[in-house]
């Protein structure tokens, strides 16, 4: 039977041995997301977050390959539904993005998605993963049912 990981320490010890696989020696390996901040329900995914290191081949970015490895080496054995996060793709929509809004006059939306996942990101490589501290406070959470509330006055 396949295990489900229902915690945040769960999550983080997958990502700890998913950061000593051989074929994802050339990446840093993240998580991101509700499991990380408490936050997950049973169908939320955990994000995995991959950025290339420093000298690294630049084609391995978004490689297909590499997201097939990541979901063949965990669903033998865990059955959460995984999300791979690109950091690096992220990061050139966001320059892109900012450039445009720059040039048009535009306000810049301070809670785009690589600014939150950068907020709340936790590296398996980092030596104090484990502190609670590089959990963004600026992750939002709502009350659907105020919200409702709101729409029918």
């Known amino acids: 039977m396949l295990k489900f990981l229902q915690s945040r320490d769960e999550v983080v010890d997958l990502i700890h041995t998913l950061a000593e696989a051989p074929a994802l020696q050339s990446f840093r390996i993240g998580v991101a997301g509700s499991y990380l901040t408490g936050l997950n329900k049973k169908g939320s995914p955990i994000d995995i977050v991959l950025k290339l290191k420093e000298g ?9 390959d590499i997201n ?5 080496y965990i669903s033998p054995a865990y059955s959460n539904k995984i ?3 690109w950091l690096d793709l992220l ?5 892109a993005l900012l450039k445009f809004i720059g040039t048009e006059g535009l306000e810049n939306n301070p809670e785009s998605a690589y600014t939150n996942i950068v907020g709340e990101l936790c590296w398996a490589d980092d030596e104090d993963n484990d502190d609670d501290d ?4 600026s ?3 709502w009350d659907e049912d105020e919200d409702d509330a709101k729409e029918e006055e």
Do not use: A, P, W
């Open 91 to 95: 990061e050139e929509d966001e320059e």
């Open 83 to 85: 999300q791979i996060i």
């Open 56 to 64: 690294q081949n630049k084609d391995l970015i978004g490689d297909l």
């Open 134 to 137: 590089r959990i963004s406070s």
């Open 68 to 72: 097939f490895y990541i979901h063949q």
């Open 139 to 141: 992750v939002m959470t």
